[in-house]
């Protein structure tokens, strides 16, 4: 596979807490040169961020991020506060302590109300799967596609662990056709992306694909 197909479902993110507007200035400017799918920045720079590049890259956001527990009145707010702000995408991370207690019909009506608050723009659910049993995956596969959310995505990169192929393969068995499939957390060489996007994936939230690129192509290799 091509890097460049590569870097065109790469989600090129920077979440932080201590991120700067210098630094995430540098990640758009690294997203619009590289041709990245998004860049997936704090809530609190997406409006800067799309004065910044205007229609040359999607802004991504997160939201009731990293532990998903906030109400849903809140992560609806923020939903929408994001899209008035210019976000053409939102990642959400569901409530984990509902999956815990099989609070299914909870969670699915907790994401299509906030896919509602996102009016249009795409929603990416966060179920955290370094967290969850196979079992609990599975039955997060079935609220999240019947949600009418657009991708299922397995982590923050905040908690215990990020993507392993073995998530990735789960979700393409268990999601309707309709929703697309999100890895993030640790992925640290073209090789694991690549094998990511075979099995399935056709997002990858990264910063170190970006970073891959301009390495090959400070040495003349790209």
Not at 68 to 97: H, R, S
Not at 165 to 179: G, Y
Not at 187 to 202: N, R, T, V, Y
């Amino acid at each position: 596979m091509k890097l460049e197909e590569i870097l065109a479902k790469c989600d090129h993110t920077l979440l932080t807490q201590t991120a700067t507007w210098e630094e995430i200035r540098t990640v758009c400017a690294d997203g619009m040169k590289f041709h990245t799918a998004s860049v997936c920045i704090p809530a609190s720079f997406v409006k800067q961020a799309k004065e910044y590049v205007g229609d040359r890259l999607p802004i991504c956001t997160v939201i009731g991020f990293p532990n998903g527990y906030d109400t849903t009145a809140a992560k609806c707010f923020m939903a929408t506060d994001a899209v008035e702000n210019g976000a053409d995408e939102v990642d959400m991370v569901i409530n984990i302590g509902w999956a815990k207690e099989g609070k299914w019909e909870d969670i699915t009506a907790e994401i299509a109300a906030i896919k509602a608050a996102c009016h249009g723009k795409l929603l990416k659910v966060i179920i955290e799967t370094c967290l969850l049993t196979d079992d609990e995956k599975i039955a997060l596969c079935k609220c999240v596609s019947d949600s009418g959310a657009d991708f299922i995505k397995t982590s923050t990169g905040f908690s215990k662990a990020g993507a392993t192929f073995h998530d990735v393969e789960l979700f393409s068995q268990h999601v309707a056709p309709h929703v697309k499939i999100k890895a993030a957390g640790g992925i640290s060489s073209l090789e694991d992306a690549e094998k990511f996007i075979q099995l399935g994936a056709s997002r990858l939230g990264t910063s170190r694909i970006v970073k891959i690129a301009k390495g090959l192509q400070q040495n003349g290799s790209y």
